[in-house]
C-alpha cells in the first residue's frame, strides 16, 4: 500500500494535467490521458516522503485557481511591476518535489524560476505584478 499511493496520485496529477492542457474531459482523451500518465517514465529517488508529497500535491492543485485570479488581476489592473522574489525550496533532492514546486511557480501568469540560490535552499522567482493603485510611480 506504501508503495501504490504515491503512484496513484502521481498518475492522478498527470492525468489532471493532461485534462487541464486538453481542455477536454470526454471518455476518449480521459483514457488517452490515463495510458499517457502510465507510460510516462517515473523517477527512482528515495522513497518518498507522504506527507511532503501530499502538501506539495495540494499546492500545486490550489495554485490553478490563483492563476486565474492573478491573471484577472493582471488583465484588470494597472500595467504590471516587474521584480524578483525568492521562495524556499520544498526539498532539493526529490525530483517530483522539485518538479512540482517549479510547476506551482511558472503556472502563475509572467511568472518564472530563474534558478537556485542560498546553496540551492530558495527559488529566484521573476515575477511580472499588477501595480498597486494610489502607490508611487517609478
Known amino acids: 500500500m506504501r508503495r501504490l499511493l504515491p503512484l496513484l496520485l502521481t498518475t492522478g ?7 487541464l ?10 483514457l488517452i490521458g490515463l495510458v499517457v ?3 510516462l517514465p517515473r523517477a527512482h529517488s528515495r ?12 499546492r500545486s492543485l490550489l495554485a490553478v485557481p490563483q492563476a486565474y485570479l492573478e491573471a484577472l ?7 504590471p ?3 524578483e522574489t525568492s521562495e524556499a525550496t520544498t526539498d532539493g533532492t526529490i525530483p517530483l518535489l522539485v518538479f512540482l514546486d517549479v510547476f506551482r511557480i511558472t503556472l502563475t501568469p509572467f ?16 515575477a511580472l505584478t499588477p501595480r498597486r493603485t494610489g502607490g508611487p510611480t517609478p
Do not use: Q
Not at 47 to 58: K, Q, S, V
Open 13 to 19: 496529477f498527470r492525468l489532471a494535467v493532461w485534462c
Open 47 to 58: 522513497p518518498l516522503p507522504l506527507r511532503a508529497l501530499l502538501r506539495a500535491f495540494g
Open 21 to 30: 492542457l486538453t481542455a477536454d474531459l470526454s471518455r476518449l482523451n480521459l
Open 111 to 126: 511568472t518564472i524560476v530563474l534558478g537556485l540560490e542560498d546553496g540551492g535552499r530558495r527559488y529566484r522567482i521573476h
Open 81 to 83: 511591476v516587474e521584480g
Open 73 to 79: 488581476r493582471l488583465i484588470v489592473g494597472h500595467e
Open 37 to 39: 500518465a502510465l507510460l
